[in-house]
């Protein structure tokens, strides 16, 4: 199995009998080397993430699939670096789009009631445009001529993410990558919903898992803990901040990331203001005058 490196992209890598990766021409502070498009199967092939709808990564998988029939395309979630060229490759090849449902779809009971309040934010590069043609159900599983993939509803990073399990791999998505953490953005992320379903992503077991973006993580369960325990560990840093006396999203970020460059803390203020929601919701933290990315927060008397 190739563990190390990610090679170039637009370039076919076996990663393992039966699996490929092209690698997309998309490289951010957000995507990494870029977002990995996945093919599985020999024969005719399933692809999870067909990623961003730029004509060099669809000139490359159109060459990666060759004269294969696609079978199933599978989409993590609609971001706009995973799901926008499943339209165009289902055109295409006939194949159906497959995924948890529309942007909005799987969204906890906290965000829905922020959005109805018309509260807008996190949507920066959110594929609002993304209808599957199957919506997919957790536990589902599908029959492919690639095997068995088994589906996993993971929301966290977005409210529906899928982690899609083959041959005792899971391919990750957004939701665990190796080179960084996901950024929880809400009300597409929800602090909460990722902790949960980092544990039922843990649960199952997995050889290695195979990211949305990244190499592939070699030692899951590890990786995992790593991710909860940071997680825990910023909620805990916001909670200190808040010691300190009420302050807004802005300046909690200001302190708890005094040492990132500040030219990260917009994206930081995300993660941290979808920590406060968490907060709120277990009333350790009182949002002034009402729970907005704008409140004042402070802990509470029961805290």
Same mark, same amino acid.
């Given at each position: 199995?190739?563990?190390?490196?990610?090679?170039?992209?637009?370039?076919?890598?076996?990663?393992?009998?039966?699996?490929?990766?092209? %690698? &997309?021409?998309?490289?951010?502070?957000?995507?990494?080397?870029?977002?990995?498009?996945?093919?599985?199967?020999?024969?005719?092939?399933?692809?999870?993430?067909?990623? $961003?709808? %730029?004509?060099? =990564?669809?000139? #490359?998988?159109?060459?990666?699939?060759?004269?294969?029939?696609?079978?199933?395309?599978?989409?993590?979630?609609?971001?706009?670096?995973?799901?926008?060229?499943?339209?165009?490759?289902?055109?295409?090849?006939?194949?159906?789009?497959?995924?948890?449902? $529309?942007?909005?779809?799987?969204?906890?009971?906290?965000?829905?009631?922020?959005?109805?309040?018309?509260?807008?934010?996190?949507?920066?590069?959110?594929?609002?445009?993304?209808?599957?043609?199957?919506?997919?159900?957790?536990?589902?599983?599908?029959?492919?001529? &690639?095997?068995?993939?088994?589906?996993?509803?993971? $929301?966290? =990073?977005?409210?529906?993410?899928?982690?899609?399990?083959?041959?005792?791999? @899971?391919?990750?998505?957004?939701?665990?990558?190796?080179?960084?953490?996901?950024?929880?953005? $809400?009300?597409?992320?929800?602090?909460?919903?990722?902790?949960?379903?980092?544990?039922?992503?843990?649960?199952?077991?997995?050889?290695?898992?195979?990211?949305? =973006?990244?190499?592939?993580? #070699?030692?899951?369960?590890?990786?995992?803990? @790593?991710?909860?325990?940071?997680?825990? #560990?910023?909620?805990?840093?916001?909670?200190?901040?808040?010691?300190?006396?009420?302050?807004?999203?802005?300046?909690?970020?200001? =302190?708890?990331?005094?040492?990132?460059?500040?030219?990260? @803390?917009?994206?930081?203020?995300?993660?941290?203001? &979808?920590?406060?929601?968490?907060?709120?919701? #277990?009333?350790?933290?009182?949002?002034?005058?009402?729970?907005?990315?704008?409140?004042?927060?402070?802990?509470?008397?029961?805290?």
């Amino acid at each position: 199995m190739a563990m190390d490196g990610i090679g170039q992209p637009g370039v076919a890598v076996s990663l393992e009998p039966g699996l490929r990766r092209v %690698l &997309a021409p998309n490289p951010s502070a957000m995507t990494g080397p870029g977002t990995n498009t996945y093919l599985l199967g020999e024969g005719d092939v399933v692809v999870i993430d067909p990623g $961003p709808d %730029l004509p060099a =990564h669809a000139q #490359a998988l159109r060459a990666a699939i060759g004269a294969a029939r696609v079978s199933h395309v599978l989409v993590t979630h609609s971001h706009l670096d995973h799901s926008p060229l499943a339209a165009r490759l289902a055109s295409e090849t006939g194949a159906p789009v497959l995924a948890f449902g $529309p942007s909005e779809a799987g969204r906890s009971a906290v965000m829905q009631r922020l959005v109805a309040q018309g509260y807008e934010g996190g949507g920066e590069g959110v594929d609002a445009q993304f209808a599957p043609d199957r919506c997919l159900a957790d536990g589902k599983v599908l029959e492919t001529p &690639a095997g068995r993939v088994e589906v996993l509803h993971t $929301p966290g =990073h977005m409210g529906n993410h899928l982690c899609f399990g083959w041959r005792g791999a @899971w391919f990750s998505g957004d939701l665990v990558m190796g080179w960084t953490t996901s950024l929880v953005s $809400p009300p597409d992320g929800d602090i909460a919903d990722f902790v949960a379903s980092c544990q039922r992503l843990a649960d199952r077991g997995a050889r290695v898992l195979y990211p949305g =973006h990244g190499a592939p993580v #070699a030692d899951p369960a590890a990786r995992i803990d @790593w991710l909860v325990a940071h997680r825990a #560990a910023r909620r805990a840093e916001v909670l200190a901040a808040l010691d300190r006396g009420p302050a807004t999203v802005e300046a909690i970020t200001a =302190h708890v990331y005094r040492d990132v460059d500040e030219s990260l @803390w917009p994206i930081a203020a995300r993660n941290v203001f &979808a920590q406060l929601i968490d907060l709120v919701a #277990a009333d350790e933290v009182g949002a002034d005058p009402g729970l907005h990315v704008a409140a004042t927060f402070e802990r509470t008397q029961t805290a």
